[in-house]
């Protein structure tokens, strides 16, 4: 019943900043953003619960910020001084578990492709 349809990836310069937008049909009460580089482990990087509490994964922690508009149905991932490691497609998730943990999520987009340059 979940739909998710990620969409503001692009290729910027290490040290820029970049916004993600996930539109949301149906409800979950946890949601998250996830990435996957080539030849790697999908992982976490934010997730949000309905109440608006936040979980981010160290790696990202102080430049990765999640937030969500309810009346517009829409998740967002702002990006800030963004590393050539944060290159990665980007997926946007819903779940039933509150983790970072992929394997909790049960509805997943197409992915945005995110690539940061040196």
């Known amino acids: 019943q979940v739909q998710l349809v990620e969409s503001g990836g692009g290729s910027v310069q290490a040290g820029g900043s970049l916004r993600l937008s996930c539109a949301v049909s149906?409800?979950?009460?946890?949601m998250g953003w996830f990435r996957q580089a080539p030849g790697k482990e999908r992982e976490g990087v934010v997730a949000?619960?309905?109440?608006?509490?936040?979980r981010t994964a160290d790696s990202v922690k102080g430049r990765f910020t999640i937030s969500k508009d309810n009346a517009k149905n829409t998740l967002y991932l702002q990006m800030n001084s963004l590393k050539p490691e944060d290159t990665a497609m980007y997926y946007c998730?819903?779940?039933?578990?509150?983790?970072?943990?992929?394997?909790?999520?049960?509805?997943w987009g197409q992915g945005t492709q995110v690539t940061v340059s040196s």
């Open positions: 998730a819903a779940g039933w578990l509150f983790t970072l943990t992929p394997k909790y999520y049960n509805y």
């Open positions: 149906g409800y979950s009460s946890y």
């Open positions: 949000i619960a309905s109440d608006g509490t936040t």
